[in-house]
């Protein structure tokens, strides 16, 4: 460690020992400055704040290989459960064309208005680990809002089986996704407690795939964060104005096709855009409701990096 990072990380524990910063921003700076959450978590333990490791009370695999999965609606009421004391949350509706979009929104209980983040579910609707990740946003300081896309079809609690949700998600268009997008942003900016020009977008799977969609589409958006999601037609690349940071698993082979190709042509056009890959991880490492792919340690590593990075982009 130089000189000047030891300087830097002095000073950095000994104003959370004078109570100069919380315990959640501690260690996204120590995590920031060391550049490794590992590497943050020895320096913990050696300063003696072992406590302060958990302060993200990362989450346990609910789910053993054998179980039998939830169904959506067991899913959705395990993540309402799951609410942090400093966390409040609502179920919202907002047009979308002719339908009604439903939606579970997550924000700080202190403070008025806040920098926004919409949560794009994977394809099985909204889960326990969606509204888990909207309250960690909300955490963060966000306001965040995971939309149920599956409001076009009858809403993801009513499907009797996740595979179910899975099928209905196929019923869904590109065109419908995209308009319930621009319906979320709208419905944001109707919001007092939302910083109308701070909207930010990100999701997982067919999230991240719509994530990495919806930044070629619409002009209003501050940043964009995919998790391990396809990305779009090459020619649509050219539309982006907002910088991006896409999160890959290192063995995720159909996703991870032409990732070469793809950070070649945002160069080419200018744009900002971050591309980083977990070592050890497969598709969906994030979930931690699926024992078999859910990588902790890289989780762990992922969510310090992308909150860093949307944190530096609302300022």
């Given at each position: 460690?130089?000189?000047?990072?030891?300087?830097?990380?002095?000073?950095?524990?000994?104003?959370?020992?004078?109570?100069?910063?919380?315990?959640?921003?501690?260690?996204?700076?120590?995590?920031?400055?060391?550049?490794?959450?590992?590497?943050?978590?020895?320096?913990?333990?050696?300063?003696?704040?072992?406590?302060?490791?958990?302060?993200?009370?990362?989450?346990?695999?609910?789910?053993?290989?054998?179980?039998?999965?939830?169904?959506?609606?067991?899913?959705?009421?395990?993540?309402?459960?799951r609410l942090p004391a400093q966390v409040q949350a609502?179920?919202?509706?907002?047009?979308?064309?002719?339908?009604?979009?439903?939606?579970?929104?997550?924000?700080?209980?202190?403070?008025?208005?806040?920098?926004?983040?919409?949560?794009?579910?994977?394809?099985?609707?909204?889960?326990?680990?969606?509204?888990?990740?909207?309250?960690?946003?909300?955490?963060?300081?966000?306001?965040?809002?995971?939309?149920?896309?599956?409001?076009?079809?009858?809403?993801?609690?009513?499907?009797?089986?996740?595979?179910?949700?899975?099928?209905?998600?196929?019923?869904?268009?590109?065109?419908?996704?995209?308009?319930?997008?621009?319906?979320?942003?709208?419905?944001?900016?109707?919001?007092?407690?939302?910083?109308?020009?701070?909207?930010?977008?990100?999701?997982?799977?067919?999230?991240?795939?719509?994530?990495?969609?919806?930044?070629?589409?619409?002009?209003?958006?501050?940043?964009?964060?995919?998790?391990?999601?396809?990305?779009?037609?090459?020619?649509?690349?050219?539309?982006?104005?907002?910088?991006?940071?896409?999160?890959?698993?290192?063995?995720?082979?159909?996703?991870?096709?032409?990732?070469?190709?793809?950070?070649?042509?945002?160069?080419?056009?200018?744009?900002?855009?971050?591309?980083?890959?977990?070592?050890?991880?497969?598709?969906?490492?994030?979930?931690?409701?699926?024992?078999?792919?859910?990588?902790?340690?890289?989780?762990?590593?992922?969510?310090?990096?992308?909150?860093?990075?949307?944190?530096?982009?609302?300022?």
């Open positions: 460690m130089n000189t000047a990072v030891a300087t830097a990380l002095d000073r950095l524990i000994e104003n959370y020992r004078e109570g100069a910063l919380s315990r959640r921003e501690f260690f996204q700076r120590l995590a920031y400055l060391t550049g490794s959450v590992v590497l943050a978590h020895e320096i913990m333990l050696d300063s003696g704040f072992a406590a302060e490791w958990e302060i993200y009370n990362w989450p346990e695999p609910p789910m053993q290989q054998g179980q039998a999965a939830p169904t959506p609606k067991e899913s959705i009421a395990a993540g309402e459960q609502e179920w919202v509706k907002y047009p979308s064309g002719e339908f009604q979009v439903g939606g579970y929104l997550a924000r700080p209980k202190t403070g008025t208005a806040f920098a926004s983040i919409i949560v794009i579910h994977e394809n099985r609707g909204l889960t326990e680990f969606v509204l888990d990740i909207a309250q960690r946003w909300a955490s963060e300081g966000l306001l965040a809002i995971a939309p149920d896309f599956l409001s076009r079809v009858g809403g993801t609690a009513n499907f009797p089986t996740m595979n179910d949700a899975g099928q209905g998600i196929r019923q869904l268009t590109r065109e419908g996704v995209v308009a319930d997008l621009h319906a979320t942003v709208a419905f944001l900016k109707t919001r007092k407690d939302v910083k109308k020009d701070k909207i930010g977008v990100s999701g997982f799977c067919w999230g991240g795939a719509n994530t990495f969609n919806f930044v070629t589409e619409s002009k209003e958006l501050l940043f964009g964060i995919p998790f391990y999601g396809r990305a779009p037609e090459m020619q649509k690349l050219a539309n982006i104005v907002c910088p991006v940071f896409a999160v890959y698993a290192e063995s995720d082979q159909g996703v991870n096709a032409n990732l070469d190709e793809v950070e070649a042509k945002m160069k080419e056009l200018g744009k900002t855009y971050t591309r980083k890959m977990y070592p050890g991880t497969q598709h969906a490492f994030m979930n931690f409701t699926s024992p078999q792919r859910y990588n902790a340690e890289q989780a762990k590593a992922a969510w310090a990096d992308v909150t860093a990075f949307a944190k530096k982009m609302i300022g």
